[in-house]
């Protein structure tokens, strides 16, 4: 039962520390980063297992984790206001062809990474775009402007 609680509370402190690094940071992951990533997996097992190596403590610490992900789902699923504290909420970054810098700021993007997914989605230019969101999971839809300045084409790329 020990193994359970503290996977609980490491699911819990996981959680938020995915949610307060942001939606751009997990799809732009350097080297270093994915590094580190696998060293904390370590270090969170052994904070969960306390060095217990047994095919029963790894197998509630991954059980825990699954039933907590599956809860949230349902949460989500069952209470749809909760959706934007659990999952986060689209972010407008460009409106008519100008970007929004304090939602860049949020998010901690810059200029040159916008300009780069409009390049990828085939997009010249910042005034050729009506709208540009940044999706809860880290990847950006743009709307194009057409010749009037309405909305036409959508496009979806994801941050490298």
């Given at each position: 039962m020990d193994v359970v609680l503290r996977?609980?509370?490491?699911?819990?402190i996981l959680f938020l520390l995915v949610r307060l690094l942001g939606k751009r940071e997990l799809g732009q992951m350097?080297?270093?980063e994915v590094v580190v990533l696998v060293v904390m997996g370590d270090l969170i097992q052994q904070g969960i297992t306390h060095n217990d190596f047994s095919?029963?403590?790894?197998?509630?610490a991954i059980v825990?984790?699954?039933?907590?992900?599956?809860?949230?789902?349902?949460?989500?699923?069952?209470?749809?206001?909760l959706k934007g504290a659990l999952e986060g909420e689209p972010r407008v970054i460009v409106r008519h062809g100008e970007l929004l810098e304090a939602n860049l700021r949020r998010d901690r993007?810059?200029?040159g990474e916008v300009e780069s997914e409009m390049r990828l989605a085939g997009i010249a230019r910042m005034a050729d775009v009506d709208w540009a969101i940044l999706e809860p999971?880290?990847?950006?839809?743009?709307i194009k402007r057409d010749g009037g300045g309405e909305s036409r084409q959508r496009n979806e790329t994801s941050p490298t």
């Open positions: 996977a609980t509370a490491m699911f819990f350097t080297p270093f095919l029963t403590g790894a197998t509630l825990t984790f699954a039933f907590w992900g599956l809860v949230l789902g349902w949460l989500v699923y069952l209470f749809p206001r993007m810059t200029r999971s880290g990847k950006i839809s743009f």
